[in-house]
């Protein structure tokens, strides 16, 4: 006769939190596992970073060859902004001595979700030693008062 | 040496070398660093690394295979760099392998690249750079040369290995650390970086096109920095922002 064990809550928080990370991990693979490279667009993404505070959101992005006057930050809607930016100068493959594709690239351009609410219409950019900076101040929530 | 990790020599080694390391990290600036070095410096392949531990994968250049580790040497430097972010699993019997293998050569010093970032970094005029030594004597040395040293502190990634395992092992070694960005590559605290070499090692080099070539670096690296993001992840690589707790 077999004998099944009861599993204990600790067993089922561990195995909640070992498929979380699971599938945490296919997501960021899923995302990473995509070229940079847009041939038909003649885009390259750009790396990116979000950093939340209490309270705004700081979006960074790094921008080489960016021409400063040509950056474009614009809300696609309440929680996403687009980012795009023409290069000085058109980049190909085989300026990175890569033979076996082809295509030129003249825009760095990227789609970020903010993660929190915020007020976008009042978001701030500047451009500095080729990092754009976006801040971005958060909603006010009310929180719970302390009884 | 560990059996799972093979250094393959194609060169005789000569000893008393100098060994430098350049490995994927914040702002890669050890990659871009050991980059600059192997064109100033005009080094050559002298090793490589075999493993199974590596993930199938080989570096092709002018239509060759070649390990995506290796090691490069000239003028009483030997430099191991490597061009592929390494895993938070492997990276441990890959350092020890290094390790040794350079002990092994008789090897006068090891110094490991990298940098530590910062917030803001874009609004930094100036960056500076620390180090970190395995043994007092060595961390002497620094403090003489006029560096400023990283006192305390978590130190994440492959010069944790490299400090830890030359304590181990009694092999005196410095972690050369310059002012970066965390996310994205950093050639101006590479130039930092090797400008502080020069006043650690006395190995001269060149940095002013490196800073020229700024830009087109900052491109072409931000593939290997995306892969080099998410192993930094798995290590708990912010870990580096926390204070620690003094004990003595």
Redesign the interface.
Known sequence: MSTRRRRSAFDIVNEYFRDLEKWIERFREELIEKPRWNNRACTIEPLRDIIVTPTEVIVTVDLPYAEENTIRVKPMDKETIDILARMKRKIRFDDFGITHYKGEFETLQCQTRIPVRVSIDKMKVRFEKGILEIRIPRRRERGTPIE | MSEEVRIIEKKEIPPDAVMLFGFPDVGLVGVIAASHLISELDLAEVAYVDSRLLPPLIVLHKGLPHSSIRIFGNHGVLLAVSETAISADTIYPIMHALIDWGRGKDVELMVSMSGIPVQD???IKKLEVFAAASNPVTLETVRDKGVKVLSEGYMVGPQAIVMQHCANIEVPAVTLLAQC?????DP?AAAELLKELTNLSGIKVDVSELLEK???I???A??M???TQ?EM?KMKKTQEYDIPIYVS
């Open positions: 970094r874009q609004n960005f965390f996310k994205y590559p101006e700024g830009e087109e900052r491109l072409r931000s593939d920095m995306r892969r998410q992840s």
